[in-house]
């Protein structure tokens, strides 16, 4: 008589879990207004924007509300369809991706001067390195302060050079965009400052003594 056995269900879940998880790992923050929430929530993004914030003297609200601004914390983020005679899909608008919205070329200057050629768009640890790295550029290239993030934003958005030639200035709409950057950055870093001491224990020491 055969007897019958039931098929193995460890694998199936397994990998439902891997799936669930990797999902959970990589959806943007649920509370993004809040600097604090976010990285309570994702605490190897505190980590991250902290060494980017050691390494290139780049406040963390600064580049964390221009993130927002970009891609909303969205790692597979793209820039909006281009189309041919206003209706036939036509690749798009730019090379932008991921949490940064960095584009090809200036995301290949970075990989090339920081010797970090295995830096990905898509990981947030990379992403907040880069925009970290561009806002000292900045300060560098045009001197606008690390903290200015009014000034940082149009930075990005017009390149070193259209700041320079201030092609902004034909863009209201882009000026607005500015000034809610800089007023998310300023709101963040009032935020961060009254919990960063607990984001520095960790964890761990959050479980037993938070």
Not at 6 to 22: F, M, N, Q
Not at 23 to 35: E, K, S, V
Not at 185 to 205: F, I, M, V
């Amino acid at each position: 008589m055969k007897i019958k056995t039931r098929p193995p269900v460890i694998l199936p879940l397994v990998l439902s879990l891997s799936v669930v998880l990797g999902g959970c790992a990589t959806a943007p923050p649920r509370q993004p207004d809040n600097l604090c929430e976010i990285f309570y929530e994702k605490p190897d993004w505190y980590d991250a924007a902290a060494d980017a914030r050691e390494r290139w003297g780049t406040p963390i609200h600064v580049p964390m509300a221009m993130m927002y601004q970009e891609s909303s914390f969205k790692e597979d983020a793209l820039p909006p369809r281009d189309y041919l005679l206003g209706f036939i899909p036509w690749g798009r608008v730019s090379s932008a991706y991921g949490y940064s919205q960095a584009k090809t070329l200036t995301w290949e200057d970075y990989m090339r001067e920081t010797d970090n050629e295995g830096a990905d768009r898509d990981e947030f640890e990379d992403a907040i390195d880069f925009m970290a790295w561009f806002v000292k550029k900045t300060y560098e290239i045009n001197g606008v302060s690390k903290w200015d993030a009014y000034a940082q934003y149009l930075n990005y958005h017009e390149g070193w050079g259209g700041y320079r030639r201030k092609t902004y200035l034909r863009k209201p709409w882009l000026v607005k965009v500015s000034r809610i950057v800089k007023q998310r950055s300023l709101t963040y870093a009032a935020q961060l400052n009254r919990c960063e001491e607990d984001l520095q224990h960790g964890w761990l020491w959050r479980l037993f003594f938070g």
